[in-house]
């Protein structure tokens, strides 16, 4: 329980930091750009490691590094590159960015795993895994959640047949006949329209739609929704703000943060001037 607790304030982190380039904006988008190997020494970014073989280090990947001792990570706390202690670097193998094993077990955000079946699991994206017995989302067991009529929806959504679940949590209150998911967070049934958990009281359900056209194997800070009365900022922290005067019909994005309708620009919720709509349309 507690390692699991740690896994989850880790990926909370995550998704405060995170950008619309990386899963981890604190961690370098680009690792190699990040490291510099001279005269045999590894530095990362300002941080000398010095445990390092400057001749056989290499990146493996936005995460993971390694060389011939030793497997390093980049902590989402203190960005600072680590070694991965206790596991063995000959059998070190990549599943997942939260996922890897070695010969002895697996590893969920480097904290070893000890209650999956390592010979059966399987990674269905980038938060949810099951082996022969349950269902996870990253290393917690997801209660009563029945395996055989599974549905994943997409990286934050999965279904079976009695309820939609958003990170591992049931949306209590949604109608299954009715939901679907509309892109990205946001959910909705024949009642309401969600963004992950919280409902957007004030959005109407059969219009909804979110604009931008969003890469789901990224986080994005923001992103323009509409329906046929209004048109909203969504944030991924699911805070939903009414863009007060913009026009519904003729509201259109110029790139992927400034928009304009027949009256106004904006940068977001925010009316700016009709130059930098003219400028950043060139």
């Known amino acids: 329980m507690k390692y699991i607790k740690y896994i989850l304030l880790m990926l909370t982190l995550i998704l405060v930091s995170c950008g619309d380039d990386s899963v981890e904006q604190g961690v370098s988008n680009d690792l190699d750009k990040a490291v510099k190997v001279e005269e045999n020494k590894v530095q990362y970014k300002q941080q000398e490691l010095k445990e390092a073989d400057g001749e056989t280090f290499t990146t493996l990947n936005n995460y993971y590094s390694k060389d011939k001792n030793n497997i ?5 706390f203190d960005d600072k590159m680590k070694k991965f202690e206790k596991i063995s670097t000959g059998s070190f193998e990549i599943i997942d960015w939260c996922y890897v094993k070695d010969e002895n077990g697996v590893y969920c ?10 010979e059966n699991l399987e990674v269905l994206n980038d938060f949810y895994a099951k ?3 349950s269902i996870y989302f990253l290393a917690k067991k997801i209660e009563n959640i029945d395996m055989e009529s599974l549905e994943v929806l997409n990286r934050y959504f999965i279904k079976d047949k009695n309820w939609i679940y958003y990170w591992g949590k049931k949306l209590e209150n949604i ?8 892109k990205w967070m946001y959910v909705k049934d024949k ?6 958990l919280v409902p957007i009281q004030w959005a109407d359900v059969e219009t909804f739609e979110v604009l931008q ?4 194997s990224r986080m994005t800070e923001t992103t323009y929704l509409k329906d046929k009365n209004s048109v909203y900022v969504g944030s991924k922290m699911c805070i939903v703000k009414k863009i007060e005067w913009a ?4 509201f259109k994005i110029i790139n992927g943060e400034y928009s304009q309708d027949d009256k106004n620009c904006y940068k977001w919720e925010e009316v700016v001037e009709q130059a930098e709509c003219k400028n950043e349309s060139k």
Not at 109 to 118: A, R, T
Not at 175 to 182: F, H, I, K, P, R
Not at 247 to 250: I, K, S, V, W, Y
């Open 72 to 76: 390093y990570y980049v902590g989402m």
């Open 247 to 250: 026009n519904p019909e003729t």
């Open 213 to 216: 056209d969003i890469d789901d």
């Open 109 to 118: 955000l480097w904290v070893e795993w000890k209650d999956i079946d390592k």
């Open 175 to 182: 109608d299954l006949e009715t939901a679907e998911v509309v």
């Open 191 to 196: 009642d309401n329209v969600y963004c992950s």
């Open 131 to 133: 082996d022969s017995e």
